[in-house]
């Protein structure tokens, strides 16, 4: 476990650290049983170190091979995903709601009560949802 390791090197020992990684525990190690967890900030590190990241939220584990930047454009991306999603989503409730109310008005203007009655219920089944 490597916690923070360049916050106090110079550029030669950061330099001398992430060959070191690389070579006894990156992708090129001659052995594949070896695991190091390397937190740090700097990211330039992390994308010359890292093949994997392993990312903890809501209690669960994510694993995404590859490098930080690569991590970090891969969440970008899910995160539009879920906002184009979300948005779609909101677009359809918006539609359904209005196509509901026009129902409703052409059933009050011909008072048809069951109807009306029934508009209702799909209504608040929209609301719950």
Not at 40 to 47: E, T
Not at 53 to 67: A, D, Q, S, T, V
Not at 100 to 128: F, P, T
Request: net charge positive; proline share 2%.
């Amino acid at each position: 476990l490597l916690d923070e390791p360049t916050n106090h090197l110079d550029l030669h020992g950061v330099l001398w650290l992430q060959d070191h990684l690389h070579r006894e525990w990156g992708a090129d190690a001659p052995k594949k049983d070896r695991i190091a967890v390397v937190v740090s900030h700097d990211r330039s590190f992390l994308d010359a170190c890292a093949t994997d990241i392993i990312e903890i939220h809501e209690c669960k584990l994510r694993n995404f091979p590859g490098n930080y930047t690569g991590y970090c454009d891969r969440v970008a991306d899910e995160q539009r995903l879920l906002l184009l999603r979300k948005s779609e989503v909101e677009k359809e409730e918006k539609v359904a709601k209005k196509e509901l109310n026009n129902m409703k008005k052409k059933a009050r203007e011909h008072a048809d009560e069951k109807k009306v009655r029934q508009l209702k219920s799909k209504e608040k089944k929209l609301e719950k949802a």
